[in-house]
């Protein structure tokens, strides 16, 4: 469970078919759905804003072994299911057709007679691992199917082994395990552990040793060799050590050494060399003043693909391990590289691609030659891309004088004089809001002439590890200050309307919209918060017990009676009072991070205050809508939304 590779992003670009019941001129929400406070929505909506909504989008889970063909995630019905690809533009033929979302798939290694895949029930997060057979089309439970986490899964170099990392000892600690997936039986407690924050990286060379991350916090991890025969764990990096991270990491193809990425001695991730013998660090992009954000190595152990996160965009690099230098590859489209893979030909690496005019797609790059190929050119529904906003990198001083920066998408020049502004904070808080598509939130820059602005408060990843810990326990509230002087930026620009703002945001978004929604009622016209935080304490007792320990690092320990009462001042929960602006608050019912009890404390605290209140419930989904029927209602809830409050007079 790898911070910098499991943080959830809130999709705008997730898109399923319309299922709703039409009485009359309404849109009646199906039996699956919530709903308080939500006035009826005109059917008229739906079909204004469809080519919004049907976008879709692809991502690379794995290349097939022996041939040059992959298996890839996109939609075609209600969620994104796993399919073939075998060539540059090729059909998209499904494999997996289920209710719920299938996003990871990986094949055996050596022949890819078969795959594995992991999947969920109503977003509820407790993975379970399954085996599809390529010949029959057979699917195959391997894991307990209860109320167990099971993922991180990674293959031996011989094929024949899984290791992996499950909750179902006591549903708290992340284990290790080792299983032959044709074999369920053979199903083994490698290591057990404390802490939810365990995952493993790679397997040796020989397959008698995994290379093992220990979690701590974002800004704290510790790399672990354990013998696959024995168990036995043995520490690479000291255990002591405060305030470094280790990110991806895997074995050199001699097998003496461990590349992998750290912020060690440094403010950015960078790519290292670690000499397993000496335990000696070589920095190999000391020259790069970025996070190294991602990193993967041929199989013949001869090239490292890695990127880099300037700002927000990604830039992609290819280092020689022989000639010990690396070198920018200068053809990618700008944007986001949201995922890569070798093929085992040494030669292809599958990347995925996003920006704001281009829905994540997959390219395939020779690295001998630098020919970029695209494989999918997924459909942007009715949206044409050259029409749609690209972003403006903007920056602005907050209250202690430090810069914080976002991304600002301007609404269509068809709209003059001062604009309105939605205002959407990422989620994480270790996490960063980066240039990417945008989806059916291009309705409103398009259609109503809404601004939206992304900003990277304090504490989003990054921009450096300092940056990254300035919000941590007791300094909160200075990354909600941090939002209160954009609100002041935007006063100052002659193109923005600071008289209607909309502060909106998913997970702890949600609870910076809570918060922003308390200190600056009287700056805003409304909020919109999605499966949000009202109160450390409370969230902090409820969520999943893998998780709490992770958390608790980054906001405080509720068992603490001085971080405990800093919790009740700062809540919004008990700060309601202070919203006397409309509120529209969004939660999934099986939420294992931030559990529904923080949307409904918090909405039925602010009804008492007499204030508007809008509330959408998805009984069948978690941390955030997933499945289109969903998506879509609460899109044209928010469209409703915006046009009675944000807009209105």
Sequence with gaps: MHFRKHLLIFSLFFLPLIIFAQTGDTIQPTANLVVQGIPAIPASVAQSVKKYTEARSASITCWHPVKKEMLITTRFGATNQIHLLKMAGGARTQITFYDEPVTTAIYEPTQGNYFLFLKDVGGNEFSQIYRYDVKDGNVTLLTDGGRTQNGGLNWSNSGKWIAYGSTKRNGADRDIYIMDPLHPETNKLLLQVQGGGWGVYDWSKDDKQLLVSEDISVNESHLWLVDVATGNKTALTPQGEKNVAYGVAFFSKDGKGIYFTTDKDNEFQRLAYMNLNTKKIDYLTSSINWDVDNAAITKDGKQIAFTVNEAGISKLYLFSVAAHNFKEVKNIPVGVITGFAWHNNNRDLALGINNAQLSNDIYVLDATTQQLTRWTESELGGMVASELSMPELIKWKSFDNREISGFYFKPNKKFTGKRPVIISIHGGPEGQSQPVFLGRANYYLNELGVAIIMPNVRGSTGYGKTFVALDNGMKREESVQDIGTLLDWIAQQPGLDASRIMITGGSYGGYMTLACATHYNDRIRCALDVVGISNFNTFLKNTESYRRDLRRVEYGDERDTVMAAFFEKISPQNNASKIKKPLFIVAGGNDPRVPITE???????????????????????????????????????????????????
């Design 599 to 649: 949307s409904v404390q918090m909405a039925e605290t602010v009804k008492k205050n007499r204030t508007n209140v809008w509330f959408l419930e998805a009984k069948d989904e978690g941390h955030g809508f997933r499945k289109k029927n969903n998506i879509d209602f609460q899109f044209y809830a928010t469209i409703l939304f915006v046009q009675h409050y944000l807009l209105g007079e």
